[in-house]
């Protein structure tokens, strides 16, 4: 499918280039396209996040948006960042988020309760960084089509230069 008959949208909420773009892709001027199989997981990611901006907006009666960060990621986009050749978004299945009006962990403790609830499933819940305080972030990763998720809660810290994953939502 040629990237022109790529959809505008992704979901109501969420466009194809929310989803889709990256500044180390355009700083180093590299294609950031899916391919149709990764154009369908967006499509899957895209539609839990919808599910998250739903409960939200009706949980607080208010407009509530859900800001993507960082979603899919092309090979060579994966590399320059330095992530993982499995990384979910290298498959356009995980989305780094945040909600206005919600500090992280806040955000992140809301889509425990919407999984409590069964309103949502995950693989991978991961809060980033808390102690940057405005600088956190949310990354949500799924399986393909839903299929295999463990359900994995962890928070990542700086240990000095090492990334460190501790279980559950630490550092509140
Ligand atoms: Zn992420």
Request: charged letters at 25%.
């Amino acid at each position: 499918m040629p990237t022109n008959a790529y959809p505008t949208q992704i979901t109501p909420h969420f466009s194809y280039r929310e989803l889709t773009r990256s500044e180390t892709a355009r700083r180093h001027g590299i294609d950031n396209t899916p391919n149709p199989d990764e154009l369908a997981n967006l499509i899957y990611t895209a539609q839990q996040l919808e599910k998250v901006r739903a409960y939200l907006n009706d949980k607080y009666q208010k407009p509530i948006a859900i800001i993507v960060t960082s979603c899919y990621r092309s090979e060579r986009v994966n590399k320059l960042v330095g992530g993982s050749p499995t990384s979910a978004h290298r498959f356009g299945l995980a989305a780094d988020c945040d909600a206005t009006g919600f500090i992280s962990s806040d955000f992140a403790k809301e889509i425990l309760q919407m999984r409590d609830k069964g309103l949502i499933a995950f693989d991978q819940l991961i809060l980033e960084f808390p102690e940057r305080g405005d600088g956190a972030w949310v990354h949500i990763g799924f399986k393909k089509d839903g299929i295999g998720q463990r359900n994995q809660v962890l928070t990542a810290i700086k240990k000095g230069s090492k990334t460190v994953y501790l279980q559950g939502l630490q550092g509140e």
